[in-house]
């Protein structure tokens, strides 16, 4: 495709999209209720982990640090978090979290410097949230689970497992979360 002709498609999505954005730009639009509970993630986090030995090596504490704030326009979190994993060094991970308004459920999306992609699901009950999911490592799908208790408005327990199908899941690690104190992040939509 000629550099012309790629420059004339590029100004018709960017024209077509500006088109579209003012049909209704009287009012920016509104953060659901849905989307706000996830305010409860929003800060700096450190967590330490046990983690069992199995396919990630030899088990033992697993020291996380996690800070998510709101995007721009409070449709969801972007979070940062880094994990010393015994016996492999630091992960370090990249996490989107939104609500799906269609799916009428939240959706995360975490991408590791291991080049690992996981999908998850995620629903809320009272003070626990779950997340489910499934990715493929080496071939082989691996589903996993991720639940998160509150105990606090400052801390959770998480239990994380996996396994290779969702009926034999193990605890992979275990913990408890805390919030640090003193980290002001972004503000909370409207």
């Known amino acids: 495709m000629r550099l012309g002709t790629v420059m004339v498609l590029s100004v018709e999505i960017v024209l077509s999209a500006a088109a579209i954005m003012a049909q209704d730009s009287s009012s920016p639009p509104k953060t659901s209720a849905e989307a706000k509970r996830l305010g409860v993630f929003v800060g700096q986090w450190t967590a330490e982990g046990q983690l069992k030995p199995g396919p990630m090596?030899?088990?033992?504490k697993m020291p996380i640090t996690r800070t998510c704030d709101w995007t721009y326009d409070g449709i969801g979190l972007l979070c940062r978090e880094i994990d010393t994993i015994p016996g492999m060094g630091k992960v370090s991970h990249v996490i989107l979290i939104s609500y799906d308004a269609h799916a009428g459920d939240y959706v995360l999306f975490n991408a590791s410097n291991l080049g690992h992609i996981w999908i998850c699901r995620g629903t809320v009950n009272a003070d626990t949230w779950t997340w489910t999911g499934q990715h493929t490592m080496d071939g082989e799908t691996m589903y996993l689970r991720l639940t998160q208790k509150w105990t606090s408005k400052d801390s959770f327990d998480f239990k994380d497992e996996g396994g290779p199908a969702a009926d034999s899941m193990t605890v992979r690690?275990?913990?408890?979360?805390?919030?640090?104190?003193?980290?002001?992040?972004?503000?909370a939509p409207k």
């Open 57 to 60: 090596g030899p088990g033992g």
């Open 173 to 187: 690690t275990e913990g408890k979360g805390t919030r640090v104190t003193g980290y002001a992040g972004n503000a």
